[in-house]
């Protein structure tokens, strides 16, 4: 069974700076696709950028040049640097691993971005 614990979510104003970090135990995680999912209070989930196993990588249009996405299969641990956050990034962001047939997520972590 696969575990994804996500951390680095918090408070930031506008333009600042967060490192959103996905630790997952339980299985290889360098098989998996990774991504990066955010779900916004009254909205459906929506997803924010995802890195395949071999390194391709994709951006949902809103945050492309802001944010990066990046993966360290040697510590099982996947990133979402976000920078030039906007109050409309506010919103749980939640960590994803997917083998096309599995799907795992994890609890979420909060990002807020306010003034």
């Known amino acids: 069974q696969v575990q994804l614990v996500e951390s680095g979510g918090g408070l930031v104003q506008p333009g600042g700076s967060l490192r959103l970090s996905c630790e997952a135990s339980g299985s290889r995680f360098s098989i998996y696709t990774m991504g990066w999912y955010r779900q916004a209070p009254g909205k459906q989930r929506d997803m924010v950028a995802r890195?395949?196993?071999?390194?391709?990588?994709n951006y949902a249009p809103s945050v492309k040049g802001r944010f990066t996405i990046s993966r360290d299969n040697a510590k099982n641990t996947g990133y979402l640097q976000m920078n030039s956050l906007k109050p409309e990034d506010t919103a749980v962001y939640y960590c994803?691993?997917?083998?096309?047939?599995?799907?795992?997520w994890g609890q979420g972590t909060q990002v807020t971005v306010s003034s």
């Open positions: 890195a395949t196993s071999y390194g391709s990588t």
């Open positions: 994803n691993l997917d083998s096309g047939i599995y799907s795992y």
